[in-house]
């Protein structure tokens, strides 16, 4: 069985920064199609950054520029580093595949950006 731990989230103040990290253990499976979901609250899960195939990465216009996702096959983890963080960013960061599998969702890590 495949289990997410999502970490690294916290309070920060506008303009900091945080890289969140996403820890994979379980059945087979690639990381190298796996993506950054956030939920908010009273908002829909949006994905915001996700690798493609060839290597490069997909990312939603408002993280565009201030997020990059990696990723160490050899740990089997997923980051998401954030920087220049907006109010806007606050929510429940999630790890997944791309398209999401519903079974995998984790708990999340929180982060709050205060202005």
């Known amino acids: 069985q495949v289990q997410l731990v999502e970490s690294g989230g916290g309070l920060v103040q506008a303009g900091g920064s945080l890289r969140l990290s996403c820890a994979a253990s379980?059945?087979?499976?690639?990381?190298?199609?796996m993506g950054w979901y956030r939920q908010a609250p009273g908002n829909q899960r949006e994905l915001v950054a996700a690798?493609?195939?060839?290597?490069?990465?997909n990312y939603a216009d408002s993280v565009k520029g201030r997020f990059t996702i990696s990723r160490d096959n050899a740990k089997n983890t997923v980051y998401l580093q954030m920087n220049n963080l907006k109010p806007e960013d606050t929510a429940v960061y999630h790890c997944?595949?791309?398209?999401?599998?519903?079974?995998?969702w984790g708990q999340g890590t929180q982060v709050t950006v205060s202005s």
């Open positions: 690798f493609r195939s060839g290597g490069s990465s």
């Open positions: 997944n595949m791309v398209p999401p599998r519903g079974a995998y």
């Open positions: 379980g059945s087979i499976f690639s990381i190298n199609a």
